[in-house]
């Protein structure tokens, strides 16, 4: 079946460092991805979106990069912060009425 | 700012209890979810309405059901509370019906059935 699925379950960085999290999906015909963070206790936060027709949009700090052609989503964060460590969840709209089908998520831990 | 509430933060019901969960949005939003999230998983969506007194299946509706009398609110109901639907539930909206449309989550209530 169609799912939304990530390479690493979690992932520990260094404060300052950059951090890449992965996501594949596998319905070619989805037109819409969003990340989302999630901090303990807390229910998921946007963090950025990005349509089809694009393969890269940035916003503070982080960037989204899409490969249609390997089916590849990732989340760039770009100086990591103690404040980023989260779980990060991916999520693909492949269908009408804005059904979201969600990745399982990585831990992102970020060391001081 | 989207201002998604849920009525609750943590409940504990007994098995067979009736169970209501409450969400409220604030920004006129057409479309409400509910999803469950549980260790290990994906959040995984249980119903959701586009429009009041509307309603549609998810992927797991099963021993739910939903109630939306107002555009702003959208109920989940257990009608007989089982220990397999211990769970933290998410509710969530969206501005329009259309694909490309940022769902908003609320803060989540983390329900335990024993």
């Known amino acids: 079946g169609e799912s939304v699925g990530l390479h690493l379950p979690t992932l520990s960085v260094q404060e300052g460092d950059n951090s890449i999290i992965n996501c594949a999906y596998s319905?070619?015909?989805?037109?819409?991805f969003i990340w989302y963070k999630q901090e303990s206790g807390k229910g998921p936060q946007f963090i950025i979106d990005?349509?089809?027709?694009?393969d890269k949009r940035q916003g503070q700090r982080v960037t989204v990069l899409l490969n249609k052609t390997v089916k590849h989503l990732s989340l760039q964060i770009a100086a990591t912060q103690p404040g980023d460590s989260a779980v990060y969840f991916c999520?693909?709209?492949?269908?009408?009425?804005?059904?979201?089908?969600f990745g399982a998520g990585t831990r992102l831990a970020v060391h001081p | 700012d989207v201002k998604v509430t849920q009525s609750s933060r943590y409940l504990v019901k007994r098995t067979g209890e009736k169970v209501f969960l409450e969400c409220v949005q604030d920004?006129?939003?057409?479309?409400m979810f509910w999803y469950r999230q549980d260790p290990g998983l994906g959040l995984r969506l249980i119903y959701f309405?586009?429009?009041?007194?509307?309603?549609e299946k998810g992927d797991i509706p099963e021993g739910y059901s939903v109630s939306r009398e107002k555009k702003e609110r959208f109920s989940l109901i257990l009608e007989s509370a089982s220990t397999n639907q211990t769970s933290m539930y998410l509710c969530?909206?969206?501005?329009?019906?259309?694909?490309?449309?940022?769902?908003?989550f609320g803060p989540g209530t983390r329900l335990l059935v024993l």
């Open positions: 999520a693909e709209n492949s269908g009408g009425y804005n059904k979201l089908i």
């Open positions: 969530a909206s969206s501005r329009y019906r259309g694909p490309q449309e940022t769902q908003y």
């Open positions: 990005i349509r089809s027709n694009m």
């Open positions: 319905n070619s015909a989805s037109d819409y």
């Open positions: 309405s586009y429009d009041v007194k509307m309603k």
């Open positions: 920004m006129d939003h057409e479309n």
